[in-house]
């Protein structure tokens, strides 16, 4: 899991520097590290969650890149749940967009400004638990595969 919370200027600002680093840094380092493309998602709306995985190496982990972004949980306080209309104020705000709030060098927040990142992060956590838990089984799955297709071969060689 990659959580990328570093700055973007702005809100609609593409999330994917940090990610292309990492994979850079595999490469440069042999490590398995599924290939980043990014041009499926230009000139899209920022999501909360992408799912990098390279469906042709079983080995290679899946990557699930969290962007802090503040779309759904302006209507949901948790998923599923709406917001009352006093719960939208709290709400209701924008990441990078006000360099002075929340931006990367500020190390001070307001108590409410605090809370609006913890509960933004549960929130985005909380909204793809389904996805969570679906790339945690396909990575059982490869690995119990793996397993069984390397016993089988083990039991089949010639002695």
């Known amino acids: 899991m990659s959580f990328d919370f570093t700055d ?4 609609s600002n593409d999330p994917f520097k940090t990610i292309l680093k990492a994979e850079a840094w595999a490469r ?7 290939k980043i493309n990014i041009e499926k998602y230009k000139g899209r709306k920022v999501q ?5 995985e390279d469906e042709k190496d079983p080995k290679c982990p899946i990557i699930m890149h969290f962007v802090l972004v ?20 709290f ?8 360099q002075s709030t929340f931006h990367c060098t500020n190390f001070q927040y307001s108590a409410e400004n605090f809370d609006r990142l ?30 069984l297709t390397g016993r089988q071969r083990h039991k089949t060689a010639p002695l």
């Open 28 to 34: 440069k380092h042999d490590i398995k590290f599924p």
């Open 70 to 89: 503040n779309e759904e949980f302006r209507t949901f306080k948790s998923p599923g749940v709406k917001r009352s209309d006093s719960e939208k104020e």
């Open 48 to 52: 909360e969650l992408y799912i990098f």
């Open 118 to 147: 913890s509960q933004l992060s549960e929130f985005l956590v909380l909204n793809s638990i389904e996805d969570i838990k679906a790339c945690i089984s396909k990575s059982i799955n490869n690995k119990q595969e793996r397993k």
């Open 8 to 11: 973007r200027k702005k809100d």
């Open 91 to 98: 709400a209701n705000f924008t990441i990078y967009d006000d």
